[in-house]
């Protein structure tokens, strides 16, 4: 179980932090494809722009450097019709022309024509052409310099260009004519040939109408395509020619559009002199190439910080959750009670919160173990105790017990004693009634004195029967007396032994009060059967008294028969003293009684309390021997 918690809470850490990275570096990644993507495009276009502009220059340059080799042979005095001051002859000319052809051949000029005002016209290599009808031979004429777009040649009907200008009389400075010059229109197309970019990316160049004039595809230049003319009847080229139509415009800029479902970028530049146009083409997936490239190094770097993100993180997890499984499995078996072994020292060394947290345990296992500890001596203890508050419940059971059954021969002595003193009672009545109708006669005084002595002498033995029954009650009560000391002193201990206890034995201490209580009741009730023995055996002892003047006064009854009467007043006296005795011997044996009772029943309850102490005592050993086993199961 703790393995599965352990390897969940790993898995779990892994791949949230996982997660985390993984998004982080999506979103990183996407950032960046964004933006290098959009700062790659942005300096690809300028890198195409630049490329554009280059070539439009260099077209430009040449354009200009013809323009320049033109106007020179525009201003040779024998072109211009001065010739060692004379007239020029045309062969003179030509031959400049054909000169000039050769020293120009680098820029492309393939001849040099001279044409008259009429439009006729003399070229370098011999031949002779009419151009009247020829607008670019207009627009020299008029005084303008005058470049054409791609012309095709009516004589090898190759491509070509006509560059045209003024020739003005050296002497009035009127035009004369036009200077021509014919530039091979091949090498411009292998000029914007030249201009590549990425791998199949390709420059072209219009002219102001939209006509392509240079293009590697040296026939599309022969055809004399014109984008903007073919948009008109091919849809797919409204993206392309929307844009050429700006370049003819002489505008500058980067554009995308779409040939043939291909996303294309196109940078245009205007050149100059001429009012054409050079563009810079290629697919955009070319252009983007590095920024494709660029995406795929930022996701193997991404993939790679995933992954090391994911062993890290796997490696922080194992760091948490190995401890915490170590505390998990530590805290289980504290769980099960084996309290024997400690959390490793290298995790209390820990300055983080595993380091806490062990230390936490650690505390907790101490304070455990010593709870334990001090719950298994006090169990211990208690059980001693409970054996030792068993076994003085048994005593005070049994001093109990013999109290009872001394209280019982102490009531039935003392109902013994009552039924005597009630015979005597009767019979000093008796005695009384006999003296009182006795002495009619002398004679029968006599008898009846010696029937007194006999009743005097029985009930002298009664007395003295009395007197000692009375001595044995006293005995008794110093038993009890002591009995009730000592469980005086029982109770008291139990009662000790009960604060010792605590709060388990406070019932018991309950009891012990209680057995206390009676044990006073009981010494309380044996003092005052010992005051009433001392008054019985007072009374006894003047009995005692009476029956032996009685007894002196019998033998000198006879000699005393003339005093009988009076005698026999002393007698009923002494007789009627006597059944005040014995009546108050009675009412005491009668007190003695109830007090054997209520002594009695003071003992049934001490014993049911003893008993009750017992069945607490016993179940306090039980809880103690629980208590025991419970803390055994602890290994400490």
């Excluded at 006729?120 to 031979?137: C, L, M, P, T, W």
């Excluded at 599309?220 to 091919?234: F, K, L, P, T, W």
């Excluded at 996701?299 to 948490?320: G, H, N, P």
């Amino acid at each position: 179980m703790v393995g599965k918690v352990t390897g969940s809470l790993r898995l779990r850490m892994t791949i949230l932090f996982g997660l985390v990275v993984l998004i982080g570096c999506l979103v990183l990644a996407l950032v960046s494809e964004f933006k290098s993507t959009a700062a790659l495009e942005g300096e690809a276009k300028e890198a195409m722009l630049k490329v554009a502009r280059q070539a439009a220059e260099t077209v430009d340059s040449q354009v200009r450097a013809r323009v320049y080799v033109l106007e020179v042979l525009a201003n040779n005095s024998i072109i211009r019709g001065v010739s060692a001051g004379r007239e020029a002859a045309l062969e003179e000319k030509l031959s400049v022309l054909r000169e000039a052809q050769k020293a120009a051949e680098g820029l492309g000029f393939k001849e040099f024509t001279v044409v008259d005002r009429e439009g006729n016209g003399n070229i370098s290599n011999g031949g002779k052409v009419y151009v009247a009808d020829r607008e670019y031979f207009k627009t020299a004429l008029s005084g303008k310099l005058c470049i054409t777009s791609t012309l095709i040649s009516k004589a090898d009907n190759s491509v070509v260009f006509s560059y045209n200008l003024p020739i003005r009389h050296h002497a009035t400075g009127e035009i004369t004519g036009v200077l021509t010059g014919i530039v091979d229109g091949a090498k411009f197309s292998e000029l914007i040939g030249t201009v590549t970019y990425g791998r199949t990316g390709h420059a072209l160049a219009v002219d102001g109408a939209g006509k392509i004039i240079a293009h590697k595809d040296a026939e599309r230049v022969r055809a004399q395509e014109n984008i903007v003319e073919q948009a008109a009847s091919n849809k797919d080229l409204a993206s392309l020619a929307a844009v050429v139509a700006k370049m003819a415009k002489g505008e500058e800029g980067v554009e995308g559009y779409v040939l043939q479902g291909q996303n294309m970028l196109i940078a245009y530049a205007p050149v100059k002199t001429t009012g054409w146009s050079v563009a810079v083409t290629a697919p955009v997936n070319e252009v983007l190439e590095r920024a494709a490239g660029l995406k795929w190094a930022m996701l193997a770097v991404s993939l790679a910080i995933i992954v090391l993100a994911l062993v890290l993180t796997y490696v922080m997890a194992k760091t948490v959750a190995d401890p915490l499984s170590q505390a998990v499995n530590y805290l289980g078996q504290l769980a099960e009670g084996n309290f024997t072994s400690r959390v490793q020292e290298k995790h209390l060394k820990r300055n983080d919160e595993i380091g806490r947290l062990a230390q936490a345990v650690d505390r907790m296992w101490t304070s455990l173990r010593e709870m334990f500890l001090t719950i298994r001596e006090d169990a211990q203890n208690l059980a001693a105790n409970s054996e030792e508050l068993a076994a003085s419940a048994e005593e005070v059971s049994a001093t109990v017990e013999e109290v009872a059954s001394t209280t019982g021969e102490v009531a039935s002595m003392a109902e013994k004693s009552l039924e005597n003193a009630s015979r005597t009672a009767e019979e000093s009545r008796n005695v009384v009634a006999v003296a009182e109708s006795g002495g009619a006669t002398v004679g029968k005084t006599i008898e009846k004195i010696n029937s007194i002595a006999a009743s005097a002498a029985r009930m002298g033995e009664s007395v003295q029967n009395l007197g000692e029954l009375s001595a044995r009650i006293g005995n008794i009560t110093d038993v009890i007396t002591g009995i009730a000391d000592q469980t005086n002193l029982l109770a008291l201990n139990a009662a000790i032994e009960a604060a010792r206890a605590g709060e388990q034995g406070r019932g018991f201490a309950v009891v012990a009060e209680e057995v206390r209580k009676l044990a006073e009741q009981s010494a309380d009730a044996a003092k005052e059967i010992g005051q009433l023995i001392g008054q019985i055996q007072s009374g006894v002892e003047a009995a005692v008294k009476a029956m032996e003047y009685g007894s002196a006064e019998v033998k000198d009854g006879v000699e005393l028969a003339s005093q009988a009467g009076a005698a026999l007043r002393d007698i009923i006296g002494a007789v009627n003293k006597n059944i005040g005795l014995m009546e108050e011997i009675i009412q005491g044996a009668r007190q003695a009684s109830e007090g054997m009772q209520q002594l009695s029943a003071s003992n049934e309850q001490v014993t049911s309390t003893i008993q009750q102490v017992a069945g607490a005592t016993q179940q306090l050993a039980e809880i103690a021997g629980r208590l025991q086993a419970s803390v055994n199961r602890f290994k400490i």
